[in-house]
């Protein structure tokens, strides 16, 4: 079983940075996608970054292409979010997923397990 705890959101200046955290109480997510989503009110939850399960490759929107980076610590059983260039847009709700079957990290519906979610708000 895998539990996770979503943290590191916050208020920030637009061009400011966050660096959010996603970590397993559970089982290693060595073996697991992880990806990051977003939601804000009226809206879908939308794909914003992952791993692949095997780690090799790893997946952006084009919203946040060269500005956020998913990286992750196996020691800590922890995958992060590095923020950086932040945009009032970028305002929402971000949810860690773990999805241990390998389905396309892009896809929300592959995930089996979520984190609680963690608001970041951008000011302008």
């Known amino acids: 079983q895998v539990q996770l705890v979503d943290s590191g959101g916050g208020l920030v200046q637009a061009g400011g940075s966050l660096r959010l955290s996603c970590a397993s109480s559970?089982?290693?997510?060595?073996?697991?996608?992880v990806g990051w989503f977003r939601h804000t009110p009226g809206k879908e939850r939308v794909f914003v970054a992952a791993?692949?399960?095997?780690?090799?490759?790893?997946y952006y929107a084009d919203s946040v292409k060269g500005r956020f980076s998913i990286s992750r610590d196996n020691a800590k059983n922890t995958v992060y979010l590095q923020m950086n260039s932040l945009k009032p847009e970028d305002t929402a709700v971000y949810y860690c997923?773990?999805?241990?079957?390998?389905?396309?990290?892009?896809?929300?519906?592959?995930?089996?397990?979520w984190g609680q979610g963690t608001q970041v708000t951008v000011s302008s």
């Open positions: 997923a773990a999805d241990p079957w390998g389905g396309d990290p892009r896809v929300r519906n592959v995930y089996d397990y």
């Open positions: 559970g089982r290693t997510l060595r073996s697991y996608a």
């Open positions: 791993f692949s399960r095997s780690g090799l490759s790893t």
